[in-house]
């Protein structure tokens, strides 16, 4: 069948490299993509919030399947639009519909949904403008530090952590009163700081049944050592090596199984994938937050340990038969390494001429940030490219990618040298 791909990073170059090995696939679209991807498939240069545009590419290339990368197009409604546009409703769209989608969309309702299903996760009022002074009152009984979320998409920038309650004060007033993050912050989650180690986990899900994927860690700082701005992430490591067996019992059972029993009770129609953000607490995993798409660059680590055909995974979960399915995964570690331009996550120049990648070994380069001028490939992003490696252990597949990262350059490269330094 032939298949398109919504979206342009190292995320959709995964998805890309991954499908394009099925047997199942005959001709791979990407809209936009990038460099990478239009090294094995057809970029299609449109708007995918745009959904007319996406219908026409559909129709145009007889499209079978999509798989929608990035969460824009899913809060905006892209699976709804599908599902009730005559010419496009047999398409197997992997996405949650809108309303699913607002478990990332709306961080107020993650958590109603949460206290709704009884997930674990933590204590949190919100507040509107009009009751600022009871959101400053609630901060004032809390223990530093605090925890601020924008309600709204806010491009993963709308969570504040502070260390002291006046500052939090102001920038509960800056988000309510004085638009902080614009209309994202027109409500605001202050919720209890939860203090342990982060990992994410994966679940694929057709509404109904489900399929736990690989467990990652990512590294969202630009500095070693975990310090300076955040960043969409730096890299990444597959499996997290203290999920264990007991911790990813409690995960299933308090967590994933309420989560998708909780979406099939409120006949929400999901079909992808939920990516569940925990923190450890001593030994007791909680929900941080939901995202209804594969993270970048979780997916650089978590799909190249997927042996099943991705094909066939997303047909069952479009039809519902997950169920009937086995997944298999390779039980080597996966881990990705972020290089980024200078200056990110603030400004950055792009264009500049990227070498190296043809003399890379026993290692993938998934573009993320990348375009193709007059036949060279430059930068186009701030994060660039991710260099992902397997081997036994992650130390070793590590030492794979950063011996390649050797061989890459580009004008003001930048990447963190310290990935799993906290293992
Ligand atoms: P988010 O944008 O929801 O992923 O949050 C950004 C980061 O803030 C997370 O990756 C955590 O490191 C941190 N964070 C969010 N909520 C909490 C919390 N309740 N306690 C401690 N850290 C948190
Ligand atoms: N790497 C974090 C995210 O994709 O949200």
Do not use: W
């Not at 700081?193 to 590294?219: C, H, M, Q, R, W």
């Not at 660059?297 to 479009?318: C, G, H, K, M, N």
């Amino acid at each position: 069948m032939n298949i398109l791909i919504l979206g342009s990073g190292g995320r959709e170059h995964t998805f890309a490299y991954k499908i394009s090995q099925s047997s199942r696939c005959e001709k791979l679209f990407v809209a936009p993509g990038n460099a990478g991807t239009a090294s094995i498939a057809t970029n299609i240069d449109i708007n995918i919030t745009d959904f007319e545009a996406v219908k026409k590419c559909v129709l145009d290339h007889t499209i079978e399947m999509v798989i929608v990368g990035p969460e824009d197009p899913l809060v905006h409604g892209i699976a709804d639009y599908f599902a009730e546009t005559e010419a496009l409703k047999r398409v197997m769209l992997i996405g949650p519909s809108k309303r699913g989608a607002l478990l990332e969309g709306s961080k107020q309702r993650a958590k109603e949904f949460m206290m709704q299903h009884n997930i674990p996760t933590a204590a949190y009022e919100s507040f509107t403008a009009e009751t600022l002074e009871a959101g400053k009152i609630f901060l004032e009984k809390l223990n530093p530090p605090y925890v601020l979320k924008a309600d709204g998409l806010a491009a993963g920038k709308g969570v504040l952590i502070l260390t002291n309650l006046e500052e939090a004060k102001q920038e509960l007033e800056n988000m309510l009163a004085h638009s902080k993050f614009g209309e994202a912050s027109s409500k605001v989650v202050i919720e209890e700081f939860l203090d342990g180690i982060e990992l994410s986990v994966f679940v694929l899900t057709d509404g109904k049944n489900y399929k736990i994927l690989p467990t990652a860690k990512d590294y969202k700082r630009i500095g070693e050592g975990d310090t300076g701005l955040n960043t969409g992430g730096m890299g990444a490591i597959s499996p997290v090596p203290f999920a264990d067996a007991v911790l990813m019992k409690k995960i299933e059972d308090r967590i994933v199984k309420p989560t998708v029993n909780g979406l099939s009770k409120e006949n929400i129609d999901y079909k992808g994938f939920v990516f569940i953000g925990l923190i450890k607490v001593g030994d007791e995993p909680l929900v941080i937050e939901y995202n209804v798409r594969m993270g970048d660059p979780e997916t650089e680590v978590v799909l190249p340990r997927i042996q099943s055909d991705l094909v066939t995974l997303f047909e069952a979960t479009y039809k519902q038969q997950l169920h009937t399915l086995q997944i298999d995964i390779d039980e080597r570690a996966a881990t990705t390494v972020m290089l980024v331009s200078g200056g990110y996550p603030e400004g950055y120049e792009k264009g500049k001429e990227i070498t190296g990648i043809e003399n890379v070994e026993d290692s993938i380069v998934f573009h993320a940030g990348t375009k193709l001028e007059n036949g060279k490939i430059v930068t186009n992003g701030g994060r660039v490219l991710a260099v992902t490696s397997l081997d036994t252990d992650y130390k070793k597949a590590l030492k794979k990618s950063y011996q390649n990262i050797d061989k890459l350059s580009f004008d003001r490269m930048q990447y963190r040298s310290d990935i799993g330094f906290d293992l």
